[in-house]
């Protein structure tokens, strides 16, 4: 295992409050990534960070900010959660796009 | 957006089979990966294909990248329930990894 870490596991939360998922690694990766896994769409990316305080949009970001304070952490959050996030959102690690991604065990989202 | 398109969708086979996968882009890639994603966790890297022609055997399984770098295949000989999940392939852009949609296996025993 690659020491990835997600929390919440599991969380439902009603259209319009703010959510926050942490992810947390123990693996001293340079980049930390952000993405939502929905069925008939595959993993898609939200948010990545190449250092800390350094992060970029990716496809799917409309709705989501991130933050990385700590190599260790990287938070997603959603400022007013709506139905359409609604999904699994995974974290993943690694050393740089062309190399392999260790990913978390994800977050189930469900938004009311 | 560098689209990976991957067929079948959903593949029921009966344990002891062969069965193939497949992973077309119509743009070229540096390289392949290939994950394996099993029921309430992560995807978990099988392989990565970096040279077109390039064939990797993975015990039962045999990873292909086309000659132009715009495709790729999975093989497994003799399935086996262990071998059920999502399988994954995903190719580098300039910023990120793009993912297929998966196909999604069942092994029956």
């Known amino acids: 295992d690659a020491g990835i870490t997600q929390s919440p596991r599991h969380k439902v939360t009603e259209t319009g409050t703010p959510v926050t998922l942490r992810c947390h690694q123990t693996?001293?990766?340079?980049?930390m990534y952000w993405y939502r896994q929905d069925p008939g769409h595959g993993l898609r990316l939200i948010h990545y960070?190449?250092?800390?305080?350094?992060?970029d949009k990716g496809e799917v970001s409309d709705g989501y900010s991130v933050s990385r304070s700590k190599t260790e952490d990287f938070l997603l959050t959603l400022e007013s959660a709506t139905s359409s996030q609604t999904s699994v959102y995974f974290c993943?690690?690694?050393?740089?796009?062309?190399?392999?991604?260790?990913f978390g065990p994800g977050t189930r989202l469900l938004v009311l | 957006t560098q689209l990976l398109e991957q067929s079948p969708q959903f593949l029921s086979i009966q344990e002891g089979e062969n069965l193939t996968v497949y992973c077309n882009s119509s743009?070229?890639?540096?390289?392949l990966q290939w994950y394996r994603q099993e029921p309430g966790e992560g995807p978990v890297l099988l392989v990565t294909?970096?040279?077109?022609?390039e064939v990797k055997k993975l015990k039962r399984l045999t990873f292909q990248f086309g000659d132009a770098r715009k495709d790729s295949s999975l093989h497994i000989t003799a399935a086996q329930p262990g071998d059920t999940g999502l399988y994954l392939c995903?190719?580098?852009?300039?910023?990120?990894?793009?993912f297929g949609t998966g196909t999604r296996l069942t092994v029956i025993p």
């Open positions: 743009s070229v890639f540096s390289s």
């Open positions: 294909v970096v040279t077109g022609g």
């Open positions: 993943a690690i690694g050393q740089g796009h062309r190399e392999t991604q260790y």
């Open positions: 960070s190449y250092g800390v305080k350094d992060t």
């Open positions: 995903a190719g580098p852009g300039a910023n990120n990894l793009f």
């Open positions: 693996e001293n990766h340079r980049y």
